[in-house]
């Protein structure tokens, strides 16, 4: 179909009849995100948008999240500003690989883009929170929060684009291991979820009780990474024998 011959409703129900394995997701992602791009994808779809210019969209929502955290000043406002930017953005990240199953299919360079932007966000964020609880005077202690959390969260998006390229070279008999389509893996996997530390920044004029959501976030990933890396380690050992 074309977007002449079918309303956004339409493009959205054709999508959601087609949409990736629940497999891994965590909850945010699958229950939230991914459905509220459908409806962005679908509006794109028919905008004659391109799914390149969903992703530098979406880049730009995030970027002016950023800047509100660093620059405006410490107040309920902010955060719920620099909060629904976040989700915004969120939200038009997945709609920019939906925008691309429309179109039918997407692109090694659009993948890049795809992979640059969420490089940049994996650190800027949390840089943003930084500046912008400095800002707040928080005592100092907290401060190392974001920065753990900028070191951290740049190691996993690096090891998860790292482990999949390296499965990739290896054929189609190295892909991914199936994941668990429960809810309750989902659920256990909220920490690791961007979606959720989006929502999270909505309590950022609320210093204190951000800094405590925001540390448990911090600890969540570590934990993650810390059960995470020998398991993926391990299996690219194993793929190197095989």
Known sequence: MTPQTESIPDTVRRLAAHQKSAAGAPAYS??????????FAATA????????????????TTFSGICVLAL???????????????????????????LARLRGGG???????????????????????LIGLFRAEVPTVWLLVPLAYAVVDSLGFFVFVATDLMRR?????????????????????????YGFLAVTFLLFGLPQLFIIAYAVMLLGNVGYLVLGLPRWYGGLRALKRA
């Open 45 to 60: 779809y028919h905008l004659g948008m391109t799914p390149d210019q969903v992703t530098l969209v979406s880049a730009l």
């Open 107 to 129: 692109s090694l360079a659009g993948e890049w883009l795809d992979h640059v932007c969420d490089a940049f966000k994996s650190t800027a964020v949390h840089i943003g929170a």
């Open 72 to 98: 405006a000043p410490s107040a309920v406002l902010t955060g719920l500003l620099a909060g629904v930017l976040f989700i915004l953005g969120y939200a038009l990240d997945s709609a920019d690989g939906q």
């Open 169 to 193: 070279t290896q054929g189609p008999a190295a892909a991914k291991p199936a994941s668990s389509t429960s809810v309750v893996r989902s659920l256990l996997t909220i920490p690791t979820d």
């Open 30 to 39: 699958r229950f939230v995100n991914r459905p509220v791009g459908r409806w």
